[in-house]
């Protein structure tokens, strides 16, 4: 038979071209979105409304799917919201939702399936983070922050589910050409603002590395190689060689050291 996989976040972008592929390898693919009506005819699978903000549409989803298909064998944590600005500027409700979306989103999910995961003694948490949770990046530091938790609770819960024949994993992409850039919040760059110069160059390259990203078909089969894996590792890195040596940089330079290089790469200094 095969894996029923369940995408948060599966009508655009990476969330797309996973199911895309996997149904293309006979994965029975459940993707979600806020409002699946609007992509129901660009996708090959099926899509079911979810919000990961609304605790009751995640059960329902996950109801829906276990009402259908009987089990639950892969969950691929993929909704986000991206969030740029200086954080003195981000207003508190965006900050507030970017945490509520990216990481208590996933655990709302998380907590939905693993009865059933726990019931069937196996199952597949694959939580989809960032490279730049692994460092606290300028005016991106809440997006880094909600990654980076998500990324250290993916750690702890782990270890808690593999009693019950459940594997939980993170997925750390680096830039890939998706349309999150047109989706996320950006801080006005304000007039007055000290920040006016710095920021506005760091929003303008940030949008050109999105563009000129990878195929988002790339983290696809990864995630599928990753699902094919007996023993998964914990951690996996998907992206341009320099954005996965970053973090190998950050464990072996000191941390000042670390600090000048990437205010040299965002030319804050």
Same mark, same amino acid.
């Given at each position: 038979?095969? %894996?029923?996989? +369940?995408?948060?976040?599966?009508?655009?972008?990476?969330?797309?071209?996973?199911?895309?592929?996997?149904?293309?390898?006979?994965?029975?693919? $459940?993707?979600?979105?806020?409002? #699946?009506? %609007?992509?129901?005819?660009?996708?090959?699978?099926?899509?079911?409304?979810?919000?990961?903000?609304?605790?009751?549409?995640?059960?329902?989803?996950?109801?829906?799917? +276990?009402?259908?298909?009987?089990?639950?064998?892969? =969950?691929?944590?993929?909704?986000?919201?991206?969030?740029?600005? #200086?954080?003195?500027?981000?207003?508190?409700?965006?900050?507030?939702?970017?945490? @509520?979306? &990216?990481?208590?989103?996933? =655990?709302?999910?998380?907590?939905?399936?693993? #009865?059933?995961?726990?019931?069937?003694?196996?199952?597949? /948490?694959? &939580?989809?983070?960032?490279?730049?949770? $692994?460092?606290? +990046?300028? $005016?991106?530091?809440?997006?880094?922050?909600?990654?980076?938790?998500? @990324? +250290?609770?993916?750690?702890?819960?782990?270890?808690?589910?593999?009693?019950?024949? /459940?594997?939980?994993?993170?997925?750390?992409?680096?830039?890939?050409?998706?349309?999150?850039?047109?989706?996320?919040?950006?801080?006005?760059?304000?007039?007055?603002?000290?920040?006016?110069?710095?920021?506005?160059?760091? =929003?303008? !390259?940030?949008?050109?590395?999105?563009?000129?990203?990878?195929?988002?078909?790339? !983290?696809?089969?990864?995630?599928?190689?990753?699902?094919?894996?007996?023993?998964? %590792?914990?951690?996996?890195?998907?992206?341009?060689?320099?954005?996965?040596?970053?973090?190998?940089? %950050?464990?072996?330079?000191?941390?000042?050291?670390?600090?000048? !290089?990437? !205010? &040299?790469? $965002?030319?804050?200094?």
């Amino acid at each position: 038979m095969s %894996k029923v996989v +369940l995408i948060t976040g599966g009508s655009s972008g990476i969330g797309k071209s996973i199911g895309e592929y996997l149904h293309t390898r006979g994965y029975t693919v $459940y993707g979600t979105s806020r409002n #699946p009506a %609007k992509y129901i005819d660009s996708v090959p699978f099926s899509l079911l409304t979810l919000d990961v903000t609304q605790e009751q549409t995640v059960i329902d989803a996950v109801n829906q799917i +276990l009402e259908k298909e009987g089990t639950l064998d892969v =969950l691929v944590n993929n909704a986000g919201v991206g969030i740029t600005g #200086p954080i003195e500027e981000t207003p508190t409700e965006e900050i507030r939702n970017a945490f @509520e979306t &990216n990481f208590y989103g996933p =655990l709302t999910v998380i907590k939905a399936v693993l #009865p059933a995961m726990r019931n069937a003694g196996k199952g597949h /948490i694959i &939580n989809i983070t960032s490279i730049a949770g $692994y460092m606290g +990046l300028p $005016y991106r530091g809440i997006y880094s922050a909600t990654k980076g938790a998500l @990324e +250290l609770i993916t750690e702890a819960y782990r270890m808690e589910t593999q009693q019950f024949g /459940i594997q939980m994993t993170n997925v750390a992409p680096g830039d890939f050409a998706t349309n999150i850039a047109q989706g996320r919040y950006h801080a006005p760059v304000l007039e007055n603002s000290p920040y006016k110069k710095t920021y506005g160059d760091t =929003l303008e !390259m940030m949008n050109d590395h999105v563009d000129g990203g990878s195929d988002p078909i790339v !983290m696809a089969k990864k995630v599928h190689s990753i699902i094919e894996t007996d023993s998964p %590792k914990i951690h996996y890195k998907v992206g341009a060689f320099l954005q996965k040596f970053s973090i190998v940089l %950050k464990r072996v330079l000191p941390g000042k050291v670390y600090e000048r !290089m990437l !205010m &040299n790469h $965002y030319k804050l200094k």
